[in-house]
């Protein structure tokens, strides 16, 4: 708990310093324990200040910056014992929660389970939000979500914008690929880099004005490809430089995008008591449903970072059908293709992936690939 101190002055004078907390027992003095609950939008803060008894101290509105909010809860916050302040995960909660976390005792909570208690509530409103909040920080019950550091946030950022570079450039190529199948031209497969050649060859005897308009498509994909090359270089120079990524990119399958996405969003490996509870968290493990007689596994829960689950499906992919060298999670990954099938047996093998990788980057070890059975070997 974040507790502040007050001078305590007698006749001529200090007498020393008193934690807020302990004015409880000096000389009669009672501070208030309060409960705060923030509905940050994008433009206004909703703020609820509760007691212990959940009856409602003070509301107010503020600014939604760092300095607004920090503003208030000094001006109005003096005679308060503050036990613990309370917002929902969204865009900003990241930028409030570095920015009050150094003065204040803030915990950002999940959106879903604040919004099972919220919606509760007879009107949907900010303010009511507020008070909703307010009672859940009193309550305590809701879930504290991790959240990450500004350097984890960067690299996020770093391999986000590669994606959507690479989702941009794939979009340009299939609506040069619809408009043209119109004019009865099929492209086929091509690889990206004789993909520009093959428009302009098929497009040498048609009409001006839709090689102009292919023209201008191609060379808007040409610099979305110059970016991505660009912010690849990047990537490639963080990796080498990193002891954790050169430490992943030992598992066969996992390349420098999966390596800093993986480090991206777990930020903290200590933040998780054990290794399985990775493999949860990317939403790689199946839902269940059992209520009194009834109890229905279903399908992966895919909750989580969908970046990063793909492209741990990706790197078990490639280690179940590209990889050479033998390893023990690879021959327990074809052994149960064989059972279950390909794709029930590569996402298996992601959630392996996960756990394995969160180990390793614990124990600070290299990928094992183990000894290959007499049997097999021979």
Not at 281 to 299: F, K, Q
């Amino acid at each position: 708990m974040l507790t502040r101190t007050l001078h305590v002055y007698g006749d001529s004078a200090p007498m020393g310093v008193l934690k807020v907390s302990d004015l409880n027992q000096f000389y009669g003095v009672r501070v208030m324990d309060v409960y705060i609950g923030f509905d940050i939008s994008l433009q206004t803060t909703h703020i609820c200040a509760v007691d212990k008894d959940g009856n409602i101290v003070k509301e107010g509105t503020a600014t939604s910056e760092v300095y607004a909010i920090d503003d208030w809860l000094r001006r109005f916050g003096e005679e308060w014992n503050i036990k613990r302040i309370v917002f929902e995960t969204g865009q900003l909660s990241t930028h409030f929660f570095h920015g009050l976390a150094k003065s204040w005792p803030v915990d950002c909570i999940d959106a879903r389970h604040a919004n099972g208690t919220l919606k509760a509530q007879r009107t949907k409103t900010d303010k009511n939000d507020a008070r909703g909040l307010a009672q859940i920080a009193r309550t305590g019950w809701c879930k504290v979500v991790h959240v990450k550091s500004n350097e984890s946030q960067t690299l996020r950022a770093l391999v986000g914008g590669r994606k959507q570079l690479v989702t941009m450039r794939m979009d340009i190529e299939n609506h040069i690929r619809g408009v043209l199948k119109t004019f009865g031209i099929k492209l086929g497969i091509v690889t990206a880099a004789a993909f520009e050649m093959k428009v302009n060859h098929l497009l040498a005897n048609h009409d001006a004005a839709l090689h102009d308009t292919m023209s201008a498509l191609l060379k808007a994909r040409a610099g979305l490809i110059e970016q991505q090359k660009m912010l690849d270089r990047r990537c490639g120079a963080i990796a080498r430089k990193n002891e954790v990524c050169k430490r992943l990119m030992t598992v066969p399958g996992v390349g420098v995008i999966t390596a800093l996405t993986f480090q991206a969003e777990i930020d903290n490996p200590l933040r998780f008591k054990k290794s399985r509870d990775v493999g949860v968290h990317v939403g790689l493990t199946p839902r269940r449903y059992a209520s009194g007689e009834i109890d229905r596994p279903g399908r992966i829960s895919k909750c989580g970072n969908t970046a990063l689950r793909t492209l741990l499906f990706e790197a078990s992919v490639t280690m179940l059908t590209r990889s050479g060298k033998w390893s023990r999670l690879k021959a327990w990954g074809v052994r149960l293709a064989k059972r279950n099938g390909f794709k029930a047996a590569s996402t298996a093998v992601a959630r392996k992936l996960a756990v394995i990788m969160h180990r390793m980057w614990v124990d600070e070890t290299n990928f094992v690939y183990g000894e290959m059975p007499a049997l097999e070997a021979a």
